[in-house]
């Protein structure tokens, strides 16, 4: 049962006895089987610096046993994989590109992908760093590697749900030397593994439906290259994006049940888009899960569960506004993936190129026939 580090080895094959006991420790008696949450700026270190453990910004256990739990989930049985958790999904992110891009180089980013990319972008570009887009739908960024450094790749994207071909891309970017991240925030490692599809990073905001509760900032980057690795963790200490303690024993509390939220939420997602496919005031309804959604064929290929984000477009902004005013029990929120459904109208904020009466629709652990009730109830109620 234990590993020869002392850690618990992963027992059972199964994603719920994984999620469970990802990460814990040997057992100590008269020990919780999660340690709490180690609170130290600094650990006492006489005499010569060995060992991990010296100063809060570098390292802190609470993270290790976290970052052993996401690298069991991402990449189970893999002990050459490596995963350093961030203060935030966008701080994981910007560890892997700024730590691995230098002026001159160039990246191929989506650009149908989280909102805050273009914002990183801009500030690449400010580096003297070239940035080509494409499109996550079709493969297309492979018309666009050539001389490509660093290949991001987000599927399914956010919020338009268009899902590409990991494998393919990946095999593409390799021959012609170019590193491969995936932001997997929305399958999490529960619906989609990077690593084994041949990513080179696996990256992701934990805010999600990792830990599944909007109580908590975080993300993570998984990766195999061990000096690829170090440059990201380099980054993480330069730029001290950390993830406090609390939140990282939360997050670690949180995976145990990330299974049973995937198969539920994940589940309920199919329900609801099945119910809204027959709305004759839903127009591009998407879900991968969908068998006739145009990202289906792709996804059943890498995807081992389809996520608990559906997005369709309402007739107009009015009408959409009125849909999540008339909701009950789904908050108009942003963010995604957690207990409580959540649903928003995205062109709110700008930046996504969506019509007005786009919602993107976060399916909750709620039960399923409550749910549905409710949203084609606030569908009618919207109706004038
Ligand atoms: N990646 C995706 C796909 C996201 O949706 C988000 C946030 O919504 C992020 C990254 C950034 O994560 P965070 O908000 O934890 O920084």
Redesign the pocket.
Known sequence: MSGADGHTAPFGSGDGTRAVRAGLPEPVKHEPTLPGPVFAAHYHLPGEVTGPYGYGRDDNPTWTLLERAIGELEAPGQDDVETLVFA??????SSVLFSQLRAGDTAVVPDD????MPLVRAQLEAYGIEVRTAPTAGDAALDVLDGAKLLWI?TP??PGLDVCDIRRLAEAAHARGALVAV?N??ATPLGQRPLELGADFSV?????QLTGHGDV???YVTGRDAEAMAAVRRWRKIAGAIAGPMEAWLAHRSIATLQLRVERQDATALVLAEALRERSEVSGLRYPGLPDDPSHKVASRQMRRYGCVVSFTLPTRARAERFLDALRLVDDA???GGVRSTAERRARWGGDDVPEGFIRFSVGAEDPEDLVADVLRALDESAH
Request: hydrophobic share 35%; charged share 10%; proline share 0%.
């Open positions: 935030s999904g966008m701080a994981a992110i992908c989280y909102q805050a987000e994207s956010n932001d925030t929305l992701a905001s934990g805010t999600k900032l975080l993300g942003t963010s995604f």
